[in-house]
């Protein structure tokens, strides 16, 4: 493979993304939605050109060409993740958006789509692992356990674990007793294994507090709301309107409105989760990280 081509083109899709947007505005709002699409295909077809040519139309891919695809499929998902960043750190993003280009999948959510690690109580977490399929015993474990991560006494609660349970672990350490920082602690937490942790990354986190009902995903809603069909009521209604204030009074009944009050909003976090999965044939590069923007 000629790595110059790459090199090309790295230089050439640098150049346009780093030009200046025609108008301000939020991710798939106005005009800069349909412009960060633009950057992103134009970025994908000149990436594509060396992708088509290392490969030599050969079906059956030897140990080179694995490494040449491998290559390729690196220098795809990070040229697109380098527009991305160009684009949040303008606040040109806003809410979820899942888009395809050329060999990627993106997936960008705000943060108040999630549940909020640091601002959540044992029933809401219980609720969200059995949503997602983790049974009950072991969804009562890591509830509890989550809740005594966080707060701030050294009293177990009845599934829970304080110093005592991380103390007699192999290497032992100290429960943290205080507000989550890194969805990367999730994996410390009594009853988490990675396959949970990458479960729970999904739906939690610890930067917001608040949740925007225009686009929190059902286990989310369900887990601060208990009530399916409140869950389908507030789904098919945001299909056709904007959740404000009033609907969402309406929505929740005056009741749970009344509990939820400052832990909702209509805006978007700073936050976003960014997942870019980028794959040919058998082989899968997957790529995921918190990014801060305006």
Not at 22 to 30: A, D, E, M, V
Not at 72 to 77: F, K, M, R, V
Not at 99 to 124: M, Q, R, W, Y
Not at 256 to 265: A, C, D, P, V
Request: proline share 3%; net charge neutral; aromatic share 10%.
């Amino acid at each position: 493979m000629d790595y110059s081509i790459l090199i090309r083109i790295n230089r050439f899709a640098e150049a346009f993304i780093m030009r200046p947007l025609r108008s301000p505005g939020n991710f798939l709002k106005s005009d800069s939605g349909f412009v960060l699409l633009y950057v992103l295909w134009i970025t994908v077809a000149v990436m594509a050109l060396a992708f088509t040519l290392s490969r030599n139309g050969k079906e059956i891919m030897n140990i080179e060409e694995v490494y040449e695809t491998r290559l390729a499929l690196q220098n795809e998902l990070y040229s697109l993740r380098k527009t991305l960043i160009t684009f949040l750190h303008k606040g040109q993003m806003a809410g979820t958006s899942q888009i395809t280009v050329g060999h990627c999948k993106i997936f960008i959510d705000n943060a108040n789509a999630f549940l909020p690690l640091n601002a959540t109580n044992s029933d809401e977490l219980y609720r969200l692992c059995t949503t997602i399929g983790i049974q009950d015993k072991r969804a009562a474990i890591i509830a509890d356990s989550l809740m005594d991560w966080k707060d701030m006494d050294n009293i177990e609660r009845p599934n829970g674990a304080e110093d005592n349970f991380y103390q007699a672990l192999t290497p032992p350490y100290h429960c943290a007793n205080t507000n989550f920082t890194s969805i990367d602690q999730l994996l410390l937490v009594r009853g988490i294994t990675k396959a949970i942790a990458e479960k729970l990354s999904k739906y939690v986190t610890p930067y917001s507090r608040e949740i925007n009902f225009n686009y929190a995903p059902p286990p989310v809603i369900y887990a601060v709301c208990g009530d399916m069909a409140m869950v389908k009521s507030i789904i098919e209604f945001r299909h056709t309107e904007t959740i404000n204030e009033q609907n969402l009074r309406i929505l929740l009944g005056e009741h749970l409105y009344e509990e939820l009050m400052n832990r909702y909003t209509f805006n978007d976090s700073s936050y976003h989760r960014l997942v870019i999965i980028a794959s040919d044939h058998s082989i899968k590069i997957y790529h995921h990280e918190w990014l801060k923007g305006k």
